[in-house]
């Protein structure tokens, strides 16, 4: 498959928050601001791409040649967890601002089905280690994509007017619908 079909087709026709529906928990989690947002986006690409590329490895040259293909699940959510680790104290060491507006949903990103999902459709594609990183960086890129748009939503709907039995979760609902939706109208082009 084409680096610019991989791309586009995981940035917009199968998101994996809009048509997958994976990552809903900190998508609808930590959308409230377009800062908190904005960095669960970067801390998720930078741990999506990189996981993608270590997991791919260890599928390719451990797994596969140890027959051990089975323990593809395990190992993986291994890899992820020791990024995570590494993304949490950069930036505790680094943002301590953002470090604790992500709160709880930083170290979630280790089950974060985003992450894994896309480690395992990377085998599944039967991705080179070029296809598995554009793949993993553009999944993420989604995810960002999703988290930024509904943090833009969120932050006008709270100066917003509106009735009392629809403000909140209802409402964040709706809009989540509503994107789903629009990304569906991507279908079409590829």
Request: glycine share 6%.
């Given at each position: 498959?084409?680096?610019?079909?991989i791309?586009?087709?995981?940035?917009?026709?199968n998101?994996?928050?809009?048509s997958?529906?994976?990552g809903?928990?900190?998508?609808?989690?930590?959308?409230?601001?377009?800062?908190?947002?904005?960095?669960?986006?970067?801390?998720?690409?930078?741990?999506?791409?990189?996981a993608s590329?270590?997991?791919?490895?260890?599928?390719?040259?451990?797994?596969?040649?140890?027959?051990?293909?089975?323990?593809?699940?395990?190992?993986?959510?291994?890899?992820?967890?020791s990024?995570?680790?590494f993304?949490?104290l950069v930036?505790?060491?680094t943002?301590p601002?953002l470090?604790?507006?992500m709160?709880?949903?930083?170290?979630?990103?280790t089950?974060?089905?985003?992450?894994?999902?896309?480690?395992?459709l990377?085998?599944q594609e039967?991705?080179?280690?070029?296809?598995?990183?554009?793949?993993?960086?553009?999944?993420?890129?989604?995810f960002?994509?999703?988290?930024?748009?509904?943090?833009?939503?969120?932050?006008?709907?709270?100066v917003a007017?509106?009735?009392?039995?629809?403000?909140g979760?209802?409402?964040?609902?709706?809009?989540?619908?509503l994107?789903?939706?629009a990304?569906?109208?991507?279908?079409?082009l590829?």
């Open positions: 498959m084409d680096i610019v079909n791309i586009i087709a995981n940035v917009f026709i998101n994996y928050v809009f997958r529906f994976l809903i928990c900190p998508f609808l989690g930590v959308s409230n601001k377009m800062e908190t947002a904005t960095g669960m986006g970067i801390a998720v690409t930078f741990v999506t791409t990189l590329v270590i997991t791919h490895i260890i599928q390719k040259y451990i797994l596969e040649v140890a027959n051990i293909e089975y323990l593809q699940t395990i190992v993986f959510i291994l890899v992820i967890a990024l995570v680790q993304v949490e930036l505790k060491k943002s601002s470090y604790n507006a709160g709880v949903y930083l170290p979630l990103i089950t974060n089905c985003i992450v894994l999902g896309v480690a395992i990377n085998i039967n991705y080179n280690i070029i296809q598995t990183a554009v793949s993993g960086f553009s999944a993420a890129l989604g960002t994509l999703a988290l930024v748009l509904m943090a833009s939503v969120r932050e006008k709907l709270e007017d509106i009735h009392e039995s629809l403000e979760f209802p409402l964040t609902l709706i809009a989540a619908g994107m789903s939706i990304f569906a109208g991507f279908s079409g590829m």
